[in-house]
């Protein structure tokens, strides 16, 4: 096969809000070959920023965009997308969004040839990786994944709607916390406690709220381990390593996870060997595709921590997230997007359903096993022109 077209389209809700919600607005990328298969991606980043990456100019040596370096290329089987990993990362060494705009694009390709081989990405992902679970995709427990309420008492309805769905795990995240006091912070762990249950897992995200402070992360997972949390989550910023470690070697009285704002294979490797966190998190979206978070599951796996899915987009996100490590079976935590914009819910004709065993599985289907609604493409879909003394380099107004 060889790729005909790439194709990055930027989608987004009517109104945009300060929310951490990153479901507002979303690129999703489309890859077409000569052979009629295509794949689509979605990336989770500034979608408009992404974009340039696509289209902006050759600079230099260093400065190609995706487009430029993709078009015309063969695409036989999973080697040559790691060759166009290596070749687009390459090209664009001086493109500092350029992990985060690629994913999309490495997403589709893993999609159109497991549609070529009539065969899922986890099974490729499981030859071209070495992984030994003999093509077995396992379930997850999927814990629903939500922002704080802004009280106590709205956190506490949150959690118990969830609870009345049939969740028995969720992750409450970032809104007040850490924003006023520990009473205040203690209310809303108590709160999404007693609202889900004493049997219920539930994990807490600061939202890098304590940035380099260690002392006071500890200090509020010491206060937390009375709810017994499975995890806190990012309570410092991604890059404070350093107090990562330290608090690592504290050996505070609840598990340390992050690894959502890593965005390479490096800053991934650096959080596991040197900040010591007990659970990474890894977002296909982020960190240039399929391909560098499967080497981060390795990763994870050669030093004995779990790995465990950043997912707070839509259901293409969360099946390509999914294959990465549907075939280890310790690994057994999924982050479920359980709100979310419309246009998130709408994206694909398909999603990953909660079984009745409280469970998630991935289709049998070949490719991602998601589907794209183009009619929701059509809906939410914001025309943009790029022109470069008067000559347009971009433009995108219909599918």
């Known amino acids: ?15 945009i809000t300060t929310d951490a919600d990153g479901t507002q607005d979303t690129l999703v990328v489309r890859v077409r070959t000569d052979e009629g298969i295509e794949g689509w991606g979605e990336c989770d980043a500034s979608p408009l920023v992404s974009l340039a990456t696509y289209c902006c100019p050759m600079s230099h040596g260093n400065i190609i965009n995706i487009r430029q370096s993709l078009v015309g290329e063969v695409l036989r089987g999973s080697d040559d997308i790691l060759r166009l990993h290596d ?4 090209n664009a060494l001086d493109i500092q969004q350029i992990d985060h705009a690629y994913s999309g694009t490495d997403i589709a390709l893993w999609d159109i040839v497991g549609q070529k081989f009539k065969r899922p ?18 379930p997850k427990i999927p814990y629903a994944s939500v922002l704080f309420g802004d009280t106590p008492e709205a956190t506490f309805q949150i959690a118990m709607r969830l609870k009345s769905q049939g969740f028995k795990a ?82 505070p009285p609840i598990p340390i996870a992050a690894g959502e704002g890593s965005a390479t ?57 999914l294959h990465v490590f549907a075939t280890n079976e310790d690994f057994n935590l999924l982050e479920y997007p359980a709100d979310g914009s419309e246009l998130s819910q709408k994206l694909t ?35 943009v022109k790029i022109e470069l003394n008067g000559t347009t380099i971009f433009d995108h107004a219909v599918l």
């Not at 096969?1 to 109104?15: G, H, Q, S, T």
């Not at 897992?201 to 499975?230: C, H, L, N």
Request: negative net charge; hydrophobic residues 40%.
């Open 1 to 15: 096969m060889k790729i005909v077209a790439v194709d990055p389209f930027y989608l987004k809700m009517p109104n």
């Open 87 to 90: 070749k687009i990362l390459r």
């Open 121 to 138: 990405v986890y099974q490729l992902l499981e030859d071209q990786f070495g992984f030994s679970s003999q093509g077995i995709d396992h």
């Open 170 to 251: 969720a992750k409450f995240g970032w809104g007040p916390m850490g924003q006023f006091d520990e009473k205040y912070d203690i209310e809303l762990v108590e709160s999404a406690r007693e609202g889900m249950g004493k049997s219920a897992q539930i994990m807490i995200d600061a939202g890098v709220a304590w940035e380099s402070d260690y002392k006071t992360a500890y200090d509020r997972a010491e206060a937390f381990s009375q709810y017994t949390p499975t995890w806190l989550e990012e309570p410092l910023a991604p890059e404070a390593i350093k107090a990562y470690g330290t608090l690592s070697s504290l050996n």
């Open 265 to 321: 294979f490096r800053m991934a490797e650096d959080l596991i060997l040197n900040g010591k966190v007990d659970y990474v998190q890894i977002d296909v979206g982020r960190v240039s595709g399929i391909t560098t978070a499967a080497r981060i599951r390795q990763l994870a796996e050669q030093q004995g921590i779990q790995y465990v899915n950043h997912t707070f987009k839509s259901h293409l996100s969360l099946a390509a997230s």
């Open 349 to 383: 004709t398909e999603k990953l359903e909660v079984g009745t065993d409280g469970q998630v599985r991935l289709t049998k289907k070949p490719g991602i096993g998601v589907n794209i609604d183009l009619h929701t493409i059509r809906e939410f879909l914001v025309s």
